[in-house]
């Protein structure tokens, strides 16, 4: 069919320039619900690379009502409407085109293209969203101003919002009122936004690096106003460290950021008008936990630094989605590191760097190993929607920063600057970013170039070897997959290049000054070595005694490091690594290998034991009091039983449960002494504090209460929980409590924790996320007294404040129980399995893009023992036969593949 513009599945290497260009356009709003109508006015031009004598525009979900072509309307034999555009034959070279069509916003349940949610119009355009508002050449490298008049009744919408700057505003007849604006930056379709309802703003003025004054706006419900003052802060402390870091100013006169709590993914960085997900813009001591103050920074960052990276460069088309999205998510994780800990407090920043190796490790590492494996740059997809994923934005973080540990923080800010100076205002290639990066530092990156089109995770295996007699150290790195996934293994052609730092650490746990082999002196303590083939011996001179050493340091590339470690040496790194990256990481080997041992005892029935070793090594973490909080708390906290699970030849949720259990209990009952005085000794009373210090007290002493609730005999924790809960002045602290509470009630009864669970709902009835706090505990609770959990998640879907429609309620509920609590999902009677099914189906119906994002929790089935792999397939192959979203197919198709 030469008219479709969807053919099922679209390749990279099918690239083509566009047929036409769009020089300027003039969009014309008239706002109803149920039928808005939309004037779109565009002046085109023949793209002279390309020859295609019919102009074929985007289009979904749209009413045609009629096309002119400079002024004179368009027979209807001269234009077709259909599924997925419109087709006009024999246009002039250069022509105006005005077409007019209708959508309808109020019954659009996707939250793609215009939609109403509380009332309130709002768009979200990329992908492929604002093809459902009109017919366009909806692909990222046509660029174009936009001029855009909004028309609405005034008391229902009294805002009336989009990109760039108001030009013009006024009432109409029949209460009606109107505004114009005007985003002078050209800019893909994706980044188009309008806003119009009942907002209110938190506004701010500051002068930029160059002296203009500028307006910052929150908008938000009028009752949410007492909850923006952090992103306001954290929209101001980005744009001063953009411009710190990277030389980047805000190039608007004004920049607005608004929430909404209808959104499918966190938030979205249409130039100047940013919208985000109301989890990422509302909070206040009383509804928001640390983690949330935190996310919020990060995210208010993400977008705001997406102006430059994503904006005013911007990608030639979908394939290159991590030229935006890996670029922005690392200046997202530095923004936060610094914010942490300043930029060179390396502790304080390695609790972030932690934080982000474990999303990875945990969730890119799975997606890597799965039928959904794709390179950071992907080959082909049925629905670029899917393709938003971890390994597009977190691996491809990683990717970007390999350029910098390679280059340093000068020579990654040498690339960043050749790379606007030679793109700003363009629509560009991976390729185009990782030339600046080789240029600017006189290298030659080609190899470089296989991290963006190899799936799959790299495995480092290092074998060592010391020669007292010559005081040599030789370190033997060899590089390969593994066994991987058959989607990641037909990418996987030749050796990377991968930075890989390393330490060497003497008998008395201090760095020893490295020497490589045919270097004249030594220089610094941890080096990045370039491993550039399969296999490379690295030889390090003046060696005085058998070093231990410490490996890929701060997690220098994104691979699995394999060496054989003994315990001892584990528990030796954990006390004494400088880098706190490695510390951390010794702990987390230790436990992985500890708790993989009781897995397996689980299965095979044995009785199960935990060594007191570890228990020692943990224990002078715990009361190391040189260590900050933060870092001890993330030190404690085992691995997750998804990660443990992943570890496993054939995944057993449920022994990988039971060990997990034991070994809490095994660490509380141990420690309980110092877990009590931890609790006393970090309690922070007086004012609510956001910061990173006083939140890592309350981390350490919120886990402390969690370990304490695992005792035989909970009536400490139950009573310090309650206490906790009643008193809290803080979000973190009460929703803390109630966790504990609801955990002591796995053992002691859904009693314990019942009042606690009926005060929050009344308190926080009209706070919407933090009801969804209320069902995502319940959802990931452990049970109560032996009632699974599924039966408590199906009593919630039918609470009256339960709502399939929206986003953030569902993902509370649904999400919470079948991608965070294994062990209840991956019930052994397939319940959990039934439920699923029947959630995508029902959600496929109304949001394919929130349905394809459920279904992914089943795609690992293969991976998992085979009485649950036999159950899995069975729930895929029903929901198979079911849905009807691209969407959701392609993830079925590929995972039953
Ligand atoms: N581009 C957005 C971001 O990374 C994510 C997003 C994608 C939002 C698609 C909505 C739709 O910040
Ligand atoms: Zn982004």
Same mark, same amino acid.
């Given at each position: 069919m030469s008219d479709t513009v969807n053919p099922a599945v679209i390749r990279r290497a099918d690239y083509a320039a566009p047929a036409f260009l769009i020089d300027s356009v003039s969009l014309e709003f008239d706002l109803v619900p149920e039928r808005t109508i939309v004037t779109n006015t565009m002046r085109l031009r023949r793209n002279p690379d390309a020859a295609a004598a019919r102009l074929e525009l985007m289009g979904e979900a749209l009413e045609f009502v009629s096309a002119a072509i400079d002024g004179k309307t368009l027979p209807a034999s001269a234009v077709r409407a259909h599924e997925h555009g419109l087709t006009i034959e024999d246009v002039p070279d250069a022509f105006t085109l005005t077409i007019e069509s209708a959508c309808n916003p109020g019954a659009n @349940?996707?939250?793609?293209?215009l939609y109403v949610s509380s009332g309130n119009f709002f768009t979200q355009c990329?992908?492929?969203?604002f093809r459902r508002i009109t017919y366009f *050449?909806? !692909?990222?490298? &046509?660029m174009t101003t936009f001029t855009v008049t909004l028309r609405a009744d005034k008391t229902a919408y009294p805002v009336l919002l989009s990109n760039g700057n108001l030009i013009e505003q006024g009432d109409l007849p029949d209460g009606r009122h109107f505004a114009k604006w005007e985003d002078p930056f050209k800019k893909p379709s994706y980044l188009f936004a309008l806003v119009a309802g009942k907002l209110v703003a938190l506004e701010e003025r500051i002068r930029t690096g160059s002296g203009k004054e500028k307006l910052l706006q929150v908008w938000v419900?009028?009752?949410?106003? #007492?909850?923006t003052r952090h992103a306001m802060d954290s929209l101001i402390n980005s744009i001063r460290w953009d411009e710190e870091?990277?030389?980047?100013? *805000?190039? *608007? #006169?004004r920049f607005m950021i608004v929430a909404v709590s209808?959104?499918? /993914? %966190?938030?979205m960085e249409n130039k100047g008008l940013n919208i985000f997900n109301t989890k990422y813009v509302l909070a206040n001591q009383e509804t928001a936990t640390d983690t949330d103050f935190g996310n919020i920074e990060a995210v208010v960052g993400h977008e705001y630094f997406?102006?430059?990276? %994503?904006?005013r460069v911007t990608c030639?088309?979908?394939?290159?989605l991590s030229l935006k999205e890996g670029l922005t998510v690392f200046r997202d994780q530095e923004f936060s590191a610094d914010m942490q %800990?300043?930029?060179?407090d390396e502790a304080a920043r390695a609790v972030k760097r932690i934080d982000d190796v474990r999303v990875l490790r945990q969730m890119q590492f799975a997606e890597d190993a799965g039928p959904m494996a794709h390179p &950071?740059? $992907?080959?082909? +997809? &049925?629905?670029?929607?899917?393709? +938003?994923t971890l390994t597009v934005y977190e691996k491809g973080a990683e990717v970007v920063r390999m350029y910098q540990t390679l280059f340093g923080r000068d020579g990654f800010r040498r690339g960043m600057d050749l790379y606007f100076k030679r793109h700003d205002g363009q629509a560009v290639t991976c390729d185009d970013f990782r030339n600046a990066m080789a240029d600017a530092n006189g290298r030659d990156l080609a190899q470089f170039e296989r991290w963006y089109s190899q799936a799959g995770t790299p495995r480092v295996s290092v074998r060592t070897a010391y020669d007292a007699a010559s005081q040599r150290y030789s370190v033997t790195l060899s590089q390969g997959y593994g066994e991987a996934a058959p989607a990641a293994r037909e990418t996987q052609k030749g050796p990377l290049l991968i930075p890989f730092a390393i330490g060497l650490i003497d008998r008395a746990g201090r760095d020893i000054p490295l020497r490589l082999e045919g270097e004249a002196a030594a220089n610094g303590t941890t080096r990045v070595i370039e491993l550039t083939e399969q296999e490379q011996t690295f030889t390090f001179v003046d060696v005085k005694e058998p070093p231990l050493p410490s490996l890929l340091r701060n997690f220098s590339a994104p691979v699995i490091v394999e060496y054989d470690y003994t315990n001892d040496e584990l528990a030796f790194l954990l006390a004494h690594d400088s880098d706190p990256f490695n510390r951390w990481e010794a702990g987390q080997r230790l436990a992985t290998r500890e708790l993989l041992a009781l897995a397996a005892r689980a299965q095979a029935g044995e009785p199960l034991t935990f060594d007191d070793s570890t228990v020692a090594a943990f224990s002078r973490v715990l009361t190391d009091? @040189?260590?900050?909080p933060a870092f001890r708390e993330l030190a404690l906290v085992l691995p997750s039983e998804a990660y443990l699970a992943e570890q496993m030849a054939e995944a057993d949720p449920a022994a990988v449960h039971a060990a997990r259990q034991f070994a809490r209990k095994r660490l509380a009952r141990a420690l309980k002494n110092e877990w009590l005085a931890i609790y006393e000794r970090h309690a922070t009373p007086g004012a609510y504090e956001p910061t990173p210090q006083a939140a890592g007290h309350r981390a350490l002493k919120n886990l402390a209460l969690a370990y304490l609730a695992?005792? #035989? #005999? $909970?009536a400490d924790a139950v009573r310090l929980a309650n206490a906790q809960y009643e008193h809290a002045n803080n979000m973190t602290d009460r929703a803390a409590a109630l966790a504990v509470l609801l955990a002591a009630s796995a053992a002691a009864g859904a009693g314990v924790a019942q009042g606690a669970l009926d005060d929050f709902y009344r308190r926080f009835e009209q706070e919407p996320l933090v009801i969804d706090k209320w069902f995502a505990l319940q959802a990931t609770?452990?049970?109560?007294? %032996?009632?699974?959990v599924i039966e408590i998640v199906r009593t919630l879907m039918a609470h009256?404040?339960?709502?399939? !429609?929206n986003p953030n309620r569902a993902r509370s509920l649904i999400f919470s129980f079948c991608a965070a609590n294994p062990a209840q999902f991956h019930a052994a009677d397939g319940s959990g399995y039934a439920f699923w099914a029947e959630q995508v189906v029902a959600l496929d119906a109304l949001n394919p893009q929130v349905a394809a994002r459920l279904t992914r929790? *089943?795609? /690992?089935? !293969? !991976? +998992? @023992?085979p009485a649950l792999r036999e159950r899995m397939r069975e729930a895929l192959e029903r929901v198979a036969t079911q849905v009807k979203s691209r969407d959701v197919r392609e993830i079925v198709e590929k995972a039953l593949a």
């Open positions: @349940t996707t939250l793609s293209g990329e992908a492929e969203g *050449l909806d !692909r990222p490298d &046509v419900e009028p009752h949410d106003l #007492d909850k870091r990277f030389g980047l100013e *805000l190039d *608007l #006169d209808d959104f499918n /993914m %966190g938030a997406h102006n430059w990276t %994503g904006n030639r088309d979908w394939f290159q %800990g300043g930029a060179t &950071v740059r $992907p080959e082909s +997809y &049925v629905e670029i929607n899917n393709f +938003y009091e @040189t260590l900050s695992e005792l #035989d #005999d $909970p609770q452990r049970g109560s007294a %032996g009632r699974p009256p404040a339960f709502s399939l !429609r929790s *089943l795609e /690992m089935w !293969r !991976r +998992y @023992t």
